[in-house]
């Protein structure tokens, strides 16, 4: 199986991405802590000689870094120091906390602590915001509710963790936002009731690290379930905003750069991008081939389907140019079973699909002018554990791809007409993607 058609985890959030879950209790109460490793009890015993022995480790709740314990050389010395979250049981507050430990004499010692902005931490990363050398930590801290989150990005100077930059967020992305080689931070906030939906570009130009661009997103954008970086034409990166509307469909906004500036597309006069992009929910933007340039979801009917109520859907996948979307490929998606069949270009508007109503597969028909009258049966897709797969062998299926949990099997039909597939055809039209 061609590795390209594995990656498509990018049909959920990927990268330096602070979700927007915002569950009310702590994870620390509802997971039993890991076992300390002895550098780590050595650091827990230097952590409460300074802070006190009533004290509880917080875990971050998503990111690279889960542990209490993170481990970065934050002031470039050449050596890493400790960086643990904790919560301060006698503070009524109920804020965590932030310390730096140094590595001394073969042990540890205290050498600053620092409130933070939230109850848990939901992120933590690093980056060098615009190729400067130096570290930046960013941390997001979260509330009780998901509108309340805050994003602190730090540096680590002379033993003082210096806050460098603070902003309210929905969701982050650390990515090269504006094509210059170097790491920046996209900042996502949604609609809520103390502000409009936008974007903002953080970096450092040599100012340190500040805002230096903001835009826009729709007002009608309830939540965003999906947001993942990639690229648009002629190697441009950008940001693909799902945006789940007031209506209940998803709708796309394309965010990118130019001369260090945030645009988006759908914002100018006369866009068809948010009409070219609204679909039911369930379907994302994603890298589906593997090529870097992300694709955007839409569907229609399959033909001689009339009724949207009892419809099959082609999958549309089109990609941005010149301030639209144009379609790159059509597929038949079943998020639900983890696949995607792209479908050849001979059959477009010659074949339509139906689901047999007793096996629940997925069968195509040569279109006949008609759905009735559509009976000759091209090919069926059959979604079977591993373990069946060697007695639908015996029925006639041939494995067109695989995971661990599953076998997509295919059945030709009976018929020599010149719109049948090879195997191979059906093998490299064959796409794994994330479940739904």
């Given at each position: 199986m061609n590795m390209k058609k594995t990656r498509l985890a990018a049909l959920v959030l990927t990268g330096a991405l602070l979700t927007g879950c915002g569950i009310g209790s702590s994870v620390d109460t509802l997971l039993l802590p890991p076992m300390l490793s002895d550098e780590q009890k050595a650091i827990y015993t230097a952590l409460t000689a300074s802070a006190g022995s009533n004290i509880s480790l917080v875990y971050p709740r998503g990111g690279a870094y889960r542990s209490a314990f993170v481990f970065y050389d934050l002031d470039m010395d050449g050596a890493d120091e400790a960086v643990v979250f904790y919560d301060d049981t006698d503070d009524s507050e109920n804020s965590v906390r932030v310390n730096i430990l140094h590595r001394e004499n073969n042990g540890w010692r205290s050498v600053y602590d620092h409130a933070g902005a939230g109850s848990y931490i939901e992120q933590v990363f690093f980056a060098d915001l615009g190729g400067t050398g130096r570290v930046r930590m960013a941390i997001g801290y979260g509330y009780m509710t998901p509108t309340e989150k805050t994003l602190k990005i730090y540096s680590l100077g002379d033993g003082v963790l210096n806050t460098e930059y603070t902003e309210t967020y929905y969701k982050t992305m650390n990515m090269d936002m504006d094509g210059d080689g170097s790491e920046d931070i996209a900042v996502i906030n949604c609609n809520n009731e103390n502000?409009?939906?936008?974007?903002?570009?953080?970096?450092?130009?040599?100012?340190?690290t500040e805002c230096t661009s903001t835009v826009d997103l729709s007002e009608s954008t309830a939540d965003l379930p999906s947001v993942i970086g990639g690229y648009i034409g002629n190697n441009t990166p950008a940001l693909f905003i799902d945006g789940l509307t007031v209506s209940g469909n998803l709708s796309t906004e394309i965010i990118y750069c130019v001369n260090g500036e945030l645009r988006n597309p759908a914002n100018l006069s006369g866009s068809d991008i948010p009409v070219m992009t609204t679909r039911s929910q369930g379907l994302y933007c994603c890298d589906?081939?593997?090529?870097?340039?992300?694709?955007?979801?839409?569907?229609?009917?399959?033909?001689?389907?009339?009724?949207?109520?009892?419809?099959?859907?082609?999958?549309?996948?089109?990609?941005?140019?010149?301030?639209?979307?144009?379609?790159?490929?059509?597929?038949?998606?079943?998020?639900?079973?983890?696949?995607?069949?792209?479908?050849?270009?001979?059959?477009?508007?010659?074949?339509?699909?139906?689901?047999?109503?007793?096996?629940?597969?997925?069968?195509?028909?040569?279109?006949?002018?008609?759905?009735?009258?559509?009976?000759?049966?091209?090919?069926?897709?059959?979604?079977?554990?591993?373990?069946?797969?060697?007695?639908?062998?015996?029925?006639?299926?041939?494995?067109?791809?695989?995971?661990?949990?599953?076998?997509?099997?295919?059945?030709?039909?009976?018929?020599?007409?010149?719109?049948?597939?090879?195997?191979?055809?059906?093998?490299?039209?064959?796409?794994?993607?994330?479940?739904?």
């Open positions: 502000h409009a939906a936008y974007v903002s570009l953080v970096t450092d130009r040599g100012n340190g589906i081939d593997g090529d870097g340039i992300v694709e955007i979801p839409q569907r229609e009917a399959f033909p001689g389907y009339r009724d949207p109520s009892d419809a099959q859907y082609i999958t549309n996948w089109n990609v941005f140019e010149n301030y639209t979307v144009v379609k790159k490929y059509a597929s038949l998606t079943e998020a639900d079973k983890g696949y995607a069949f792209m479908l050849p270009v001979r059959w477009e508007g010659l074949v339509t699909v139906k689901t047999d109503s007793v096996t629940g597969e997925k069968v195509f028909y040569k279109f006949n002018s008609r759905l009735a009258e559509s009976r000759l049966e091209l090919m069926r897709i059959l979604v079977c554990t591993r373990d069946s797969a060697a007695q639908r062998s015996l029925e006639g299926y041939t494995a067109a791809a695989s995971d661990d949990n599953a076998v997509y099997m295919v059945k030709f039909g009976d018929t020599e007409d010149n719109l049948l597939l090879t195997m191979t055809e059906v093998r490299n039209n064959f796409y794994l993607i994330q479940k739904n």
